[in-house]
């Protein structure tokens, strides 16, 4: 474990070299993730979009070591965290990244209440970290949660639960948050308070924050983009402006738009321009 990460907040980076998972079910393998290199700087926000089924959240929970890498290496700060046993990715969790899985009830221990769900995650932290993060009940008012800090969890609506469950995920002051989907189930004013917390997080502790999302508005907010198709990492977008990232197999993801007119199997020939390259579609 790192000096500074252990002695309070700070970014963690995050790094990925060809890394790979694979679903095994009964006799099919499922690739989810083909070879993916990343890396995020400490304190980058970055949105992972991509469609359905792409692998953005099978990445996500490799990246929190919730599913272990079939091939390939991820690091989390200095540790490689695909060597990492149970109990270490445990503590990992609890003191320096915040996970929020896909679906928000999966999250939170449903015998609780939001309040006593914050405090259990709050408690995991050593008492000199524990004065320096937002306290519960603050960060539960933050997302407009007051009202229902007490209530069974299973009487809040499906928003309620997604935001409790980032409060859960930020209430360490994590070093790195991972959200899957985390304003899926929120109108415009959930969704403006979850970024607002991110945006709080990431000032106060330099949070590393990566967050999967279909909505284009969460992905200008965060500044990176990362689009995945078919587990490959195919396009980064910097300050609105998108780029086609080259894989190691030197393939080129073309845009949506064009696989509709160049379909996969056409051939087309490249010829080279100086800096540019342009792409000639053999006649048919
Ligand atoms: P996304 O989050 O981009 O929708 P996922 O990471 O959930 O993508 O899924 C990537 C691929 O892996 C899909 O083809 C999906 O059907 C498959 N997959 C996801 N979870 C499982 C699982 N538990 N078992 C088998 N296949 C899975
Ligand atoms: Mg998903």
């Not at 009487?155 to 994590?174: F, H, I, K, T």
């Not at 308070?193 to 000032?203: C, E, K, N």
Request: proline share 7%; with cysteine; hydrophobic share 40%.
């Amino acid at each position: 474990m790192t000096t500074q990460a252990a002695s309070g907040p700070g970014g963690l980076a995050v790094r990925c070299e060809e890394l790979v998972h694979i679903y095994r079910t009964g006799d099919l393998d499922v690739v989810a993730v083909r070879g993916v290199d990343l890396v995020v700087e400490p304190g980058e926000r970055v949105a992972l979009l991509g469609p359905s089924g792409s692998g953005k959240s099978t990445l996500l929970a490799m990246l929190g070591g919730l599913l272990p890498p079939s091939a390939g290496r991820v690091w989390v700060g200095d540790d490689e965290i695909g060597g990492m046993n149970e109990r270490a990715l445990l503590r990992l969790r609890a003191q320096r990244v915040g996970v929020v899985l896909q679906g928000a009830a999966r999250n939170l221990l449903q015998y609780a209440t939001p309040a006593d769900n914050v405090r259990f995650a709050h408690r995991s932290l050593p008492r000199s970290r524990r004065r320096a993060v937002l306290p519960p009940l603050e960060l539960l008012d933050a997302l407009g949660l007051g009202p229902v800090a007490n209530h069974p969890v299973p009487s809040l609506s499906g928003g309620e639960q997604q935001r409790v469950a980032l409060a859960v995920a930020v209430a360490n002051g994590p070093g790195l948050l991972l959200a899957d989907e985390p304003t899926s189930q929120l109108d415009h004013h959930g969704r403006d308070a979850v970024l607002d917390l991110i945006d709080t997080v990431h000032d106060r502790f330099g949070t590393t924050v990566v967050v999967v999302t279909h909505d284009p508005e969460v992905g200008g907010r965060l500044g990176r983009t990362v689009t995945m198709r078919y587990g490959r990492v195919g396009q980064e977008g910097r300050s609105g402006e998108q780029f086609a990232v080259v894989g190691k197999d030197g393939s080129v993801h073309l845009p949506d738009e064009l696989v509709v007119e160049w379909p996969p199997g056409t051939e087309v020939v490249v010829e080279r321009d100086g800096d540019a390259l342009r792409l000639l579609r053999r006649p048919r």
